[in-house]
């Protein structure tokens, strides 16, 4: 069964930078494609990256610049590579994969990392 474990998270000063892990076990889905989420307190669930088997990446338009989604492909392990953060960049950070492209939705979800930039 798949399962998403995230890490990485914590709390820096607006300006610095934190980069997330997800290690991805039992997904195998070919094509596939995962993302990272994030949400804050009382607030909905943005999408805030995404990467897909052929390469091709999409962010959120308020993390462009500034963050960058990779994926290890021999450990199994997504990342987000946040810079430059921003008090608004605080929330709940979510990895979650999709059983092929995109579009078909994401079915598996990691427990979080809290991300808090002051």
């Known amino acids: 069964h798949v399962q998403l474990v995230e890490s990485g998270g914590g709390s820096v000063q607006a300006g610095g930078s934190l980069r997330l892990s997800c290690v991805a076990s039992g997904y195998t889905y070919n094509p596939w494609c995962m993302a990272w989420f994030r949400q804050a307190p009382g607030q909905g669930r943005e999408r805030v990256a995404t990467?897909?088997?052929?390469?091709?990446?999409t962010y959120l338009d308020s993390v462009k610049g500034r963050f960058t989604i990779s994926k290890d492909n021999a450990q199994s392990t997504l990342y987000l590579q946040m810079d430059s953060l921003k008090p608004e960049d605080t929330g709940m950070y979510y990895c979650?994969?999709?059983?092929?492209?995109?579009?078909?939705?994401?079915?598996?979800w990691g427990q979080g990392t809290q991300v808090t930039v002051s």
């Open positions: 979650a994969a999709a059983g092929g492209y995109c579009y078909r939705g994401f079915g598996y």
């Open positions: 990467i897909e088997s052929d390469g091709q990446t």
